[in-house]
Structure formats: structure tokens, C-alpha cells
């Protein structure tokens, strides 16, 4: 164990200071749209459910790296997401009607580690189509539930600790990224990511008054998010000179191999 502690930040200085990458570290903020439903966002759930389109937010850390012998790169991720879901649920009892409006509030942490494929659009602008797993952590659910059976209605107080969803899920994840560099040690971005929870999070044998809560066909975790921030960069003296970046690459080698502008 105490070799693998002295190695990871031997491995952490080697990635900083190789001579065929640039690092760089960001930070990021995202208005995003959740869902937690079934396959389709949004549907009918079950019986009488119906989700709403529900806006929410995060914000996290990323690590980036890409390497200056092919447009590739990875990125590191940790984020904190608040994935919340409006729902109308309706009933019926004595043959009367009732709508009630709920929420299910959930808190995750996440871990991801995404690979990058990048190319330069113009002089200072870099495209980057990103996809890969993530691993999220349930660290809170505060919402209400609701359970159905025909003339039986329960709405469910939130509930502490939590008995209703699984504490882990994997998601997968897909984007597409602009990167601006407006200093040699300075890029802002914006992308759209798309994140989605590829197991179910319900706890399928939960109960409440012997009467089942899930009846449904699985719930998974969906978003929809702009994440806009910025990163810092280690600046080389080759910055920006990623092979994608076939303009200033072009120059670069002709100033370096010619001496010609």
C-alpha cells in the first residue's frame, strides 16, 4: 500500500511535465434538464404518472489532457449534480378525481473519465466530441414517493435514510465541446453533454403498508446539460499546436523546419 501511495504522485508529476501532452485543470457550472423515468424521458411512467420536464444544476472539477502526437485526448471529471424530477400523479377515489404534484430530489457525485477527439476550427477555437463511462454516487434523496393500486393511494413523506433508490449507478456519457483560448494559459469552453444512467435505480423490493412501490418497469437517470466554465493551462511553447490544429501546425513546422514565415 505504501508503494502505491509514492507512485501515484510520481505517475500524477510524469502526465504534468511530459514533453507530449498539455494538462490542463478547469472548473465548470451547468444548467441542466433531468428526467427519472423509464428507457423514454418524460413518458408515462406507470399508471396515472406522468413526468415533467424538470430543470436543475451542477458544477465540478475537470482534469484534461491531450496529447501533441495525435488529436486524442482524456478527460477527468467530478461533479456534483442535483437531478431532480417533477411529476403530476392522478387518482381516483369515490369515483372522484385528484392531481397531485410531487418531486423526486436527488443529489449524486460523479466520477468520470471520458475520451476526447479534437480538431481546430478556426486560429483560437478547438471542437471536441468527448464520450465515455461515469460512476455516480446517490449522496441524498429527499423526495417524496408516491404508491398506487386500484382505489389504494399512498403519498410517501420524504424519508431518511434512504430505503427507495440504489445508492451506485453507471452512466454513459456523450458531448460535444468548444474550447476558446483567449490567453496562452487560459481557455473558456461550453459543451452539451448528454449523461445517462445505464442501470435501474429503483430498489425494486421496496415496500410501504405491504404494498409495493415500484410497479413500473425500472426508473433510470437522465440530463441534458450546458456546461460552460474554464480551464487553466500549462502552457508549452507549442501551445494550441495539437495535429487538429492543421493552420497553426502548418506554420509551426514551416518556421521550425525553413525558418520561413
Not at 485543470?25 to 428526467?35: D, H, K, N, V, W
Amino acid at each position: 500500500m505504501r508503494k502505491i501511495t509514492l507512485l501515484l504522485p510520481t505517475i500524477l508529476l510524469a502526465i504534468v511535465f511530459s514533453a507530449a501532452a498539455q494538462l490542463k485543470i478547469g472548473a465548470t457550472y451547468f444548467p441542466q434538464l433531468s428526467s427519472t423515468s423509464s428507457i423514454i424521458p418524460f413518458k408515462k411512467d406507470i399508471l396515472n404518472n406522468h413526468n415533467l420536464p424538470t430543470f436543475t444544476s451542477g458544477a465540478g472539477a475537470l482534469f484534461t489532457y491531450d496529447s501533441h502526437v495525435k488529436p486524442f485526448g482524456v478527460q477527468l471529471g467530478i461533479l456534483y449534480s442535483s437531478q431532480n424530477q417533477k411529476f403530476i400523479y392522478t387518482y381516483q377515489i369515490n369515483d372522484k378525481n385528484y392531481h397531485d404534484d410531487n418531486n423526486k430530489l436527488f443529489d449524486y457525485l460523479k466520477f468520470s473519465l471520458l475520451a476526447r477527439k479534437s480538431g481546430y476550427v478556426s486560429k483560437f477555437v478547438k471542437a471536441v466530441f468527448f464520450a465515455g463511462p461515469q460512476f455516480s454516487y446517490l449522496l441524498h434523496y429527499r423526495g417524496g414517493l408516491t404508491v398506487y393500486e386500484p382505489n389504494v393511494y399512498f403519498d410517501l413523506p420524504p424519508t431518511s435514510p434512504n430505503v427507495y433508490f440504489k445508492k451506485y449507478t453507471i452512466d454513459a456519457v456523450i458531448g460535444y465541446s468548444l474550447e476558446y483560448a483567449i490567453h496562452k494559459n487560459f481557455d473558456v469552453f461550453a459543451s452539451l453533454r448528454l449523461d445517462y444512467g445505464l442501470n435501474n435505480i429503483e430498489q425494486t423490493g421496496a415496500i410501504y403498508n405491504n404494498v409495493k412501490v415500484f410497479t413500473g418497469g425500472g426508473a433510470h437517470q437522465m440530463t441534458l446539460a450546458l456546461q460552460i466554465g474554464g480551464y487553466y493551462v500549462f502552457h508549452r511553447k507549442d501551445h494550441l499546436l495539437l495535429p487538429g490544429n492543421s493552420w497553426r501546425y502548418r506554420n509551426y513546422k514551416k518556421r521550425k523546419i525553413t525558418g520561413r514565415k
